[in-house]
C-alpha cells in the first residue's frame, strides 16, 4: 500500500552552537525541541531521538566551498542531484538558468506523476503572484519551477477558503495586513491539523515555510519573535498529532537562523526531522541533501 509521506521544507534552519548570544533556540527556548525532544540539538549533540521521532544534520556544503545557498540546496533537494557540485559553487536564491533542464527532468513532482502517485504542493499563491508570472519566468523559487513544470495547478486564495490549502505564513495574517485579503485569521496550531489532513489525501505533500530564512537574514525585527513562536506552535502539533499513516520529514537547505549573530548563512548542518512509522529509516537514509528526494521516493514504494 502507498505511503502517505509529507515534507515540510524550512527555509534557513541548523543545527548550531549551544549559545544563546547566537542561537535564538538556546536564548528563547523552543517547544519543539524543550517539550517534545526533551532537549535543544546543538553542534555537540546533533541527533535527538523520542520515540517514533528522530531529528538529525543533513549536509548542506556536499563538498563545495562556500556558503551554502537556498538556489543549489532547493534544487538538490527536490531533485535528488547535488546542484552544487553541477555549478561548481553555491548559487541562490534562485535556480541558476543552467539548473532548470535538471528541474525539470529529475524534480520529485515530475516522479510521482510518472508513477500515478497523488502529489501536491499545499502552499497557495497570491494573486500578486499570478500578476508577476505573466511578465516574470527566471526569479522563481524551486519549489513552484518544480510543481509547474510537472504539470501541476498552483492553488490560489479559494483553496485556502476550503481549507484545501495554506499561505506561506501559516496564519493568513500577513494576506490579509499586506495583500487586502479578507482570509480567515487561523492559529498555527490549526494549519498545522489542516496540513495532516491533506496529507491523508495524498501520497505525498510538501509544504514550504521561507519566513524562518527572513528572520535569520535580520529582516522584520519587530515580527521576530512572533514568526519564531508560529512556527514552533506549527511544528509542535504536527509532530503531536500525526496520523498512523502518515510519516512527517522536516528539512532545511542551509544553516541561518540557529546563527543571529550574523546576518549571513552558515556552514552549520541543516536540520532534519523524520517522525512516524518510518522516521528511523529515513533519517539513516538522509546524510546530504541529495538525499531526500531519493529517500522519499524509495519510501513511497515500500511494502
Same mark, same amino acid.
Given at each position: 500500500?502507498p505511503q502517505?509521506?509529507?515534507?515540510?521544507?524550512?527555509?534557513?534552519?541548523?543545527?548550531?552552537?549551544?549559545?544563546?548570544?547566537?542561537?535564538?533556540?538556546?536564548?528563547?527556548?523552543?517547544?519543539?525541541?524543550?517539550?517534545?525532544? %526533551?532537549?535543544?540539538?546543538? #553542534?555537540?549533540?546533533? @541527533?535527538?531521538?523520542?520515540?517514533?521521532?528522530? $531529528?538529525?544534520? =543533513?549536509?548542506?556544503?556536499?563538498?563545495?566551498?562556500?556558503?551554502?545557498?537556498?538556489?543549489?540546496?532547493?534544487?538538490?533537494?527536490?531533485?535528488?542531484?547535488?546542484?552544487?557540485?553541477?555549478?561548481?559553487?553555491?548559487?541562490?536564491?534562485?535556480?541558476?538558468?543552467?539548473?532548470?533542464?535538471?528541474?525539470?527532468?529529475?524534480?520529485?513532482?515530475?516522479?510521482?506523476?510518472?508513477?500515478?502517485?497523488?502529489?501536491?504542493?499545499?502552499?497557495?499563491?497570491?494573486?500578486?503572484?499570478?500578476?508577476?508570472?505573466?511578465?516574470?519566468?527566471?526569479?522563481?523559487?524551486?519549489?513552484?519551477?518544480?510543481?509547474?513544470?510537472?504539470?501541476?495547478?498552483?492553488?490560489?486564495?479559494?483553496?485556502?477558503?476550503?481549507?484545501?490549502?495554506?499561505?506561506?505564513?501559516?496564519?493568513?495574517?500577513?494576506?490579509?495586513? %499586506?495583500?487586502?485579503?479578507? #482570509?480567515?485569521?487561523? @492559529?498555527?496550531?490549526?494549519?498545522?491539523?489542516? $496540513?495532516?489532513? =491533506?496529507?491523508?489525501?495524498?501520497?505525498?505533500?510538501?509544504?514550504?515555510?521561507?519566513?524562518?530564512?527572513?528572520i535569520g537574514?535580520?529582516?522584520?525585527?519587530?515580527?521576530?519573535?512572533?514568526?519564531?513562536?508560529?512556527?514552533?506552535?506549527?511544528?509542535?502539533?504536527?509532530?503531536?498529532n500525526i496520523?498512523?499513516?502518515?510519516?512527517?520529514?522536516?528539512?532545511?537547505?542551509?544553516?541561518?537562523?540557529?546563527?543571529?549573530?550574523?546576518?549571513?548563512?552558515?556552514?552549520?548542518?541543516?536540520?532534519?526531522?523524520?517522525?512516524?512509522?518510518?522516521?528511523?529509516?529515513?533519517?539513516?537514509?538522509?546524510?546530504?541533501?541529495?538525499?531526500?528526494?531519493?529517500?522519499?521516493?524509495?519510501?513511497?514504494?515500500?511494502?
Amino acid at each position: 500500500m502507498p505511503q502517505k509521506i509529507l515534507l515540510v521544507f524550512l527555509d534557513g534552519v541548523g543545527i548550531g552552537e549551544a549559545n544563546a548570544e547566537k542561537n535564538p533556540f538556546f536564548k528563547y527556548g523552543f517547544k519543539t525541541f524543550d517539550t517534545f525532544f %526533551k532537549q535543544r540539538p546543538s #553542534l555537540e549533540n546533533q @541527533t535527538l531521538q523520542k520515540g517514533n521521532a528522530v $531529528l538529525f544534520p =543533513i549536509d548542506a556544503i556536499m563538498g563545495v566551498g562556500g556558503f551554502p545557498q537556498s538556489g543549489t540546496g532547493q534544487t538538490s533537494i527536490f531533485c535528488g542531484i547535488n546542484a552544487q557540485q553541477h555549478l561548481d559553487m553555491h548559487f541562490g536564491p534562485y535556480p541558476h538558468s543552467s539548473l532548470l533542464p535538471l528541474i525539470e527532468e529529475h524534480n520529485i513532482f515530475r516522479w510521482y506523476k510518472e508513477h500515478n502517485l497523488q502529489a501536491v504542493f499545499a502552499n497557495a499563491y497570491p494573486k500578486a503572484f499570478f500578476t508577476y508570472l505573466k511578465t516574470h519566468t527566471r526569479r522563481l523559487s524551486a519549489t513552484t519551477i518544480c510543481y509547474q513544470s510537472a504539470g501541476y495547478r498552483l492553488y490560489k486564495s479559494a483553496e485556502v477558503y476550503k481549507g484545501k490549502a495554506l499561505t506561506a505564513e501559516i496564519t493568513n495574517e500577513r494576506w490579509n495586513t %499586506k495583500l487586502g485579503y479578507h #482570509l480567515p485569521v487561523i @492559529t498555527p496550531e490549526l494549519a498545522a491539523k489542516r $496540513l495532516l489532513k =491533506i496529507a491523508q489525501l495524498h501520497d505525498f505533500t510538501l509544504y514550504e515555510y521561507f519566513l524562518t530564512d527572513y528572520i535569520g537574514h535580520g529582516r522584520y525585527p519587530l515580527e521576530f519573535m512572533n514568526f519564531y513562536h508560529e512556527i514552533d506552535n506549527f511544528l509542535y502539533t504536527l509532530l503531536t498529532n500525526i496520523p498512523e499513516d502518515v510519516t512527517l520529514i522536516v528539512v532545511s537547505d542551509h544553516g541561518n537562523l540557529e546563527d543571529i549573530s550574523v546576518k549571513t548563512h552558515t556552514y552549520n548542518p541543516a536540520l532534519g526531522i523524520a517522525a512516524g512509522k518510518h522516521a528511523r529509516w529515513i533519517a539513516g537514509e538522509i546524510v546530504q541533501l541529495k538525499d531526500i528526494k531519493n529517500a522519499i521516493t524509495r519510501l513511497q514504494l515500500k511494502e
